[in-house]
């Protein structure tokens, strides 16, 4: 693999998701929420998500060598952390679990009076999800959804009430075996580095829009690396330069105008077709 300074990500922004219904169904399009009814915990502190996967591991040893002939894995501990920073219905069941109820009703101008009680016994347990949003050179969204099929909350909650501070509630969620043998972690993408290394290319995006014959157009995509062809509404495109297996460059050729299929060829095969818009 080459080095590829366009493959770097960093977490410029995100969100924390928790749906206590561990039956809903979820999402495939990471764009969209994780499902219908999962709640966006809002802002954390500044500290952002915090993981861990450990492994618990054991040694096997042997009696003719010091060295450990083997390494039993007993346990696998997935989780995350973080300290929500609003404080609202959600995101204190979440922290705290138990049951909210209705204690005086609104009437006459007046808000209602809730009351929380707590489950004793019980830690806040459903399906929770971090999304991490980054952006490619070329202004292409890209999004990491890190998902807990079934996790439960065993942070010791602790906060303290200043006037310096918010009132920040700590979550530390601990993967759980699900119930249907599914893994009870995973990680959805629509980062085209994560693409496979081998086979047809895949076009992801082509900026900007609307550029006519003999401008630049930036292609981002994957599996570039070995193209031996490009063409933009079925003419050959001449002047193109592979910057990495995920960028193109390359100058729009001569009768190229309107809606126009552009499509990118290796030894391995031809890629979808991805529409353009072009001057």
Same mark, same amino acid.
């Given at each position: 693999?080459?080095?590829?300074?366009?493959?770097?990500?960093?977490?410029?922004?995100?969100?924390?998701?928790?749906?206590?219904?561990?039956?809903?169904?979820?999402?495939?399009?990471?764009?969209?929420?994780?499902?219908?009814?999962?709640?966006?915990?809002?802002?954390?502190?500044?500290?952002?998500?915090?993981?861990?996967?450990?492994?618990?591991?054991?040694?096997?040893?042997?009696?003719?060598?010091?060295?450990?002939?083997?390494?039993?894995?007993?346990?696998?501990?997935?989780?995350?952390?973080?300290?929500?920073?609003?404080?609202?219905? $959600? !995101?204190?069941?979440?922290?705290?679990?138990?049951? +909210?109820?209705?204690?005086? %009703? @609104?009437? &006459?101008?007046?808000?209602? #009076?809730?009351?929380?009680?707590?489950?004793?016994?019980?830690?806040?347990?459903?399906?929770?999800?971090?999304?991490?949003?980054?952006?490619?050179?070329?202004?292409?969204?890209?999004?990491?959804?890190?998902?807990?099929?079934?996790?439960?909350?065993?942070?010791?909650?602790?906060?303290?009430?200043?006037?310096?501070?918010?009132?920040?509630?700590?979550?530390?969620?601990?993967?759980? $075996? !699900?119930?249907?043998?599914?893994?009870?972690?995973? +990680?959805?993408?629509?980062? %085209? @580095?994560? &693409?496979?290394?081998?086979? #047809?290319?895949?076009?992801?995006?082509?900026?900007?829009?609307?550029?006519?014959?003999?401008?630049?157009?930036?292609?981002?995509?994957?599996?570039?690396?070995?193209?031996?062809?490009?063409?933009?509404?079925?003419?050959?495109?001449?002047?193109?330069?592979?910057?990495?297996?995920?960028?193109?460059?390359?100058?729009?050729?001569?009768?190229?105008?309107?809606?126009?299929?552009?499509?990118? !060829?290796?030894?391995?095969?031809?890629?979808?077709?991805?529409?353009?818009?072009?001057?």
């Amino acid at each position: 693999m080459s080095k590829n300074a366009s493959n770097v990500r960093v977490a410029l922004t995100g969100s924390v998701w928790y749906e206590p219904n561990l039956a809903a169904t979820v999402a495939t399009d990471v764009m969209d929420p994780p499902t219908p009814t999962a709640v966006d915990l809002g802002f954390t502190t500044p500290d952002g998500v915090s993981f861990s996967f450990e492994r618990e591991v054991e040694d096997l040893d042997g009696w003719q060598t010091s060295d450990s002939l083997r390494l039993l894995v007993n346990k696998d501990v997935r989780s995350c952390s973080y300290v929500l920073r609003q404080t609202d219905r $959600a !995101t204190w069941l979440a922290a705290m679990g138990g049951v +909210v109820s209705v204690l005086v %009703p @609104a009437a &006459g101008g007046d808000p209602a #009076v809730y009351r929380w009680e707590p489950d004793e016994g019980k830690l806040p347990e459903g399906k929770v999800w971090i999304d991490f949003d980054d952006e490619l050179p070329d202004g292409t969204a890209v999004r990491y959804r890190f998902g807990f099929r079934r996790a439960a909350n065993k942070e010791t909650v602790e906060f303290q009430l200043v006037r310096t501070d918010a009132l920040n509630l700590p979550n530390s969620w601990q993967a759980l $075996a !699900t119930t249907n043998g599914e893994k009870s972690f995973y +990680v959805d993408t629509n980062d %085209p @580095a994560f &693409g496979p290394t081998t086979g #047809v290319p895949v076009i992801s995006s082509a900026l900007p829009s609307g550029q006519a014959v003999g401008d630049s157009l930036v292609l981002t995509g994957a599996r570039f690396t070995g193209m031996t062809a490009v063409t933009i509404d079925g003419a050959t495109v001449i002047n193109v330069d592979v910057i990495s297996d995920s960028q193109i460059v390359l100058v729009i050729p001569a009768t190229v105008s309107g809606t126009a299929p552009i499509i990118v !060829t290796n030894a391995a095969g031809a890629s979808t077709a991805y529409t353009y818009a072009a001057a």
